[in-house]
């Protein structure tokens, strides 16, 4: 099957798990912000974990995972499995460095929590008041957006693809704000937003005197001696080897591991159009850093989840409050969708986490989803237990599966939940996205109109189309024949434009996955009364207006 991706379904790029949700109120009965369950939770609890892990590499064709399990104050388990890159023998171990994504919200929220601790700011602070600059395409709103809103996404405001295909740092991405879609009901529903996690990380700035990685670094991963973790992937890469945008290119051209010559990485991996492996550069989202930068292993995951836990200390530190841990796993609004397979209640978000049950048990979790390097980050909280899971590849159609997949097996075990076979019910869930996947691609390929040819010869579709939220990118015809998108900047977003009817293209991205989530997508030329490319529609990513010669 060529797997593809569906026209429509990438909304963000640090994966928002769920996408619609309802009223929620605040008052509802939060998790425990410190462990109250009193059982002592052992290594030999976690026996077979290893072989299990194994099995879960070869289920879904990842190269590597890396695993750690806490119980309260103490590290169970932490081990690597698998190897760091294809084509090479270096295993993964606990040291092993990944982007982890999404799970970097949490630290954010936390970042603020310190913040509030300290009597700089509190939650329902108005944005504006520390960001005068702040500013909406809604007045109303402009004025009304509070600090918790940001965090628990429930802003309303939707996000745009376009601060990660062209490049700009996080000033002009902060100037882009009143761009954005502001037609979601303010309140009144779950809307992931990582546009608005960095304008929480610029009220860590603002705030604090310090950069939004200045601060983690130094209030977080410090105190809690995480020492290989980082807030950029420019921390661990030189530039030349990074890739500066959304499914975009490393100006070195090929990245591997023999490159990281100071650090023990790992290489995220795609899939290549013909359904094999491919390595991927590790990617930059600096501009909303906030959002999703952080690298770590872990070891120094570990040590975080342990602080969560414990009620904010670690081996003699304090560092969050018990009410900060508290209100970070508050909920604020509810999800429409339940988590994965083992949910038994309604699920919502709180400040930087989603929130759920398991027969019974607290749950929060995080995912994140750097191109290739899928993390999983879970707590079950009244019973001090943390699993982090992190990966070198994507599985098919499901990246999560694996991750929580584990994690029910962890929480089986410790906490000596009824038995149940988690590998099929993870496996019948992929099957399900895959039968879906294969279903759309088919009427997708049924529905095209055959025989059909361009209304122009391809090269007077070239030249250069403009949105606001991007700036310009460029169409050009190369040495062989084929159409090429360019956005502006070494290492944007690029793509090969090839004809699927009339005036839409069909177009594969040169950074890509390349595979079912994120590899192509579909834009249309729509011509003016004089039979001329006037507008771009590139669907996800947005539309175009030429640019006049």
Known sequence: MNKTIKLGLLLSISIAIFTTGCNFSTKKKPVNAISTNAREYTVESLEGLDSYINGVLKDWDIPGVAVAVVSKDRLLFAKGFGIKQIGSDARIDEHTLFQIGSTSKAFTAAALGILVQEGKLSWDDPVFEHLPWFKLSDPVRTREVTIRDLLAHRTGVADDMGYALAIFNEEEAMQRLDLLDNSIPFRQQFEYSNFMYGVAGQVVAKVSGMSWGEFVQAQIFKPLSMKSSY??????????????????????????????????????????????????????????????????????????????????????????????????????IAVAKKAFIYSDDKTSHGLGWNLTHIEGHSYAFHGGAIFGFPAYAALAPDDGIGVIVLSNGNASNQQYLPHQQITAWVLEHLLGLKARDWRAEALLVGEESTRKFKEMENKRVEDRLLHTKPSLPLSQYAGDYTRDMTGPLSIEMNNEGLLRLYFRGEGAFSGTLEHWQNDTFRLFWDGGDGGPNYGSSFLTFKLDSQGLPSVLDAGILGKYTRISD
């Open 231 to 332: 807030t950029s992937a420019y921390d661990v890469w030189g530039a030349r080897y990074i890739a500066p945008t959304f499914a975009g290119t490393a100006s070195a051209g090929k990245v591997g591991i023999e490159q990281a010559l100071d650090h023990n990485v790992s290489m995220p991996h795609g899939h290549d159009r013909n359904e094999g492996r491919k390595v991927l550069p590790w990617q930059s989202y600096d501009n909303l850093a906030a959002g999703g930068t952080i690298v770590s292993n872990v070891l120094d995951m570990s040590r975080w989840l342990r602080l969560m836990v414990s009620g904010g200390n670690l081996e003699g530190k304090h560092i969050l409050d018990k009410s900060t841990v508290k209100e970070l796993l508050t909920p604020q």
